[in-house]
């Protein structure tokens, strides 16, 4: 974090002698050593010092007279010397810049990410529970780590659920799809809310909102991992209304609070709850509406609906649990 | 240093000199002597380093020679050859067998990528090459998961044989997890170990999944 604080003001403050004592202008090289205190791989030296010679020979066509020898020598030239590898190094960060651009966006990142297991299972407990005061803004911890675990924890389980029911991907591979469909949601569906919400003037910063929905896709993935592994309808109609409708409440809960005006709030809450909604009867349904077209070519379309049921590669015991459904479901 | 007081030196001359100090008489030699040496000896160091690596994944202790001469060899070797295992699957437009080539080798590259990058930003500090040198190498435990789930479905794929590819595959999952958590957690805060760890299950989870619902046609 150290690090990260000092390398954002770096293109305006040059004051400082200490840090010219690499003789690069660049942060890159700092923190590169800085962070490797376990000590960096010959490669990594190299490269290192291939970059510090090129912004050397850079500086030196540049400022011309000013630098004659030695680059990395300050001691005697004094404030001219200073001024002169100041000017040069304007021109020679341009060569280091785009490696910089690679550790400058990983430090904007960087506070989103600092938190500690406890908070995160706090907040997780969290996302089930609807809030009472809307009269109130509710506070959104805007954390990134959270939601984009839990986009590749529903990745998993959609490839799980995939994998046992025989879904077949002619286009593309299962996992484009299952990274492509879990993704596209969170970034999708939080980028069209957060325009709905400037429109609507409610009070949500995009990295609020990227978080509220990234934690409202726990109540998914506890949903999708129980029904890929019990085929349920049933089952599913109960999760789908009783964990996801709490995950959505709480959404709609904490968004009523921050916006003003009964218009604005129906428009932006009816939105969410309806894409939220959707989007986990669609996971569950795409992807046994395609087992269930298979089923109907290789035997007939006489089968009774009770017995489409997806087709599973473990036999064991889902074979158990399927045929217990069967029995309940025709008894019924 | 009375007399020193009216001594002053004019910023316009630059003062000349060496400060290096003369260790440049072993590295002429190490040059010559790697240039000069047959083939046979430059690949045999290589293929050591990475054997010994292999050892530092099946017996995990903390040592750091892992992480310190960090290579990419041996997790390409483990990535292609789990690659091509994973291939068998008929090119039969029907019935898609298992995934492709470049499905597993994105899924590991890219995997590895993201946990680096979300140990980084929870603040390790382990450099970047070196988390992807770790992970790749506590790949080798799942290959040979996959080795020995290929050699029981030879032999038959019925209920039995499931059982036994899914307790060893079970093992070999949690044997790579553990030996990559050995290696990363210690360049992480104490408190947010779980953090790292579970990202790392996830991903050695997915390709464990992939070996376990991976059925010859």
């Known amino acids: 974090a150290a690090a990260g604080g000092g390398r954002s003001g770096t293109a305006a403050e040059w004051g400082g002698l200490e840090d010219n004592m690499q003789g690069g202008g660049s942060a890159v090289i700092d923190m590169e050593n800085m962070d490797d205190t376990s000590g960096s791989s010959f490669e990594d030296m190299g490269e290192m010092h291939q970059r510090m010679k090129e912004e050397e020979e850079e500086e030196e066509g540049e400022a011309g007279a000013a630098e004659e020898e030695d680059g990395e020598f300050l001691g005697m030239k004094g404030l001219r010397g200073q001024l002169g590898r100041q000017v040069a190094d304007q021109g020679g960060k341009r060569q280091a810049s785009k490696a910089f651009s690679l550790y400058a966006n990983i430090d904007i990142l960087r506070p989103y990410f600092d938190v500690e297991p406890v908070q995160v299972r706090a907040r997780l407990l969290e996302s089930m529970i609807p809030v009472k005061m809307i009269n109130f803004p509710q506070k959104i911890a805007g954390e990134l780590y959270g939601p984009l675990m839990l ?6 389980i959609l490839l799980h659920g995939m994998k046992t029911s ?57 949903t999708l991992f129980v029904t890929y592994n019990i085929h349920f309808h049933s089952l599913f109609y109960i999760f789908w209304l009783g964990v996801g409708g709490l995950s959505t ?84 | 240093f009375a007399g020193l007081a009216d001594v002053s030196i004019s910023e316009n001359i630059p003062v000349e000199g060496e400060i290096t100090v003369p260790v440049g008489s072993h590295s002429p030699d190490e040059d010559y002597s790697t240039l000069d040496e047959p083939v046979r000896d430059t690949i045999m160091r290589d293929l050591k380093a990475v054997g010994k690596k292999f050892i530092h994944v099946m017996y995990p202790k903390k040592s750091s020679a892992l992480l310190r001469d960090w290579d990419l060899w041996g997790p390409l070797v483990l990535c292609v050859s789990l690659a091509l295992m994973l291939q068998g699957g008929s090119a039969d437009s029907k019935d898609d067998g298992g995934p492709q080539f470049a499905e597993v080798f994105v899924i590991i590259w890219f995997g590895a990528v993201v946990i680096t990058l979300n140990s980084k930003l929870l603040g390790g500090t382990i450099s970047f090459f070196q988390s992807l040198c770790v992970l790749g190498y506590c790949v080798l435990p799942l290959t040979v998961a996959m080795l020995v789930c290929r050699l029981v479905l030879l032999a038959g794929s019925g209920t039995v044989s499931f059982i036994i590819r899914l307790i060893v595959v079970v093992a070999m999952f949690g044997w790579s997890t553990l030996a990559s958590t050995a290696f990363l957690a210690d360049s992480q805060p104490p408190n947010r170990k779980a953090l790292v760890v579970y990202p790392i299950f996830l991903f050695y989870f997915v390709i464990s999944w992939m070996i376990l619902t991976f059925t010859p046609q």
């Not at chain 1, 939080?190 to 896709?217: K, R």
């Not at chain 1, 045929?323 to 479901?329: L, P, Q, R, V």
């Open chain 1, 166 to 222: 025989d879904t077949i991907i002619r286009e593309g591979t299962l996992m484009g799809t299952a990274i492509g469909t879990c993704f596209g949601y969170w970034l999708g569906v939080s980028s069209f809310i957060y325009f709905l919400a400037y429109l609507c003037n409610a009070q949500i910063t995009m990295v609020q909102m990227l978080s509220l929905l990234g934690y409202g896709l726990f109540g998914h993935c506890i």
């Open chain 1, 151 to 156: 986009v590749f924890t529903l990745v998993a």
């Open chain 1, 249 to 332: 409440l709480r959404m709609v809960a904490v968004l009523v609070s921050r916006t003003v005006g009964h218009t604005q709030r129906l428009i932006l809450c009816g939105t969410l709850a309806a894409l939220h909604m959707l989007f986990l009867l669609y996971l569950h349904f795409a992807y046994h509406k395609v087992v269930e077209g298979i089923l109907d070519t290789l035997e007939g379309p006489n089968m009774p609906p009770f017995q489409r049921v997806a087709r599973d590669i473990p036999v064991v015991s889902n074979a158990v649990l399927n045929t217990t459904a069967k029995a309940i479901a025709l008894t019924l």
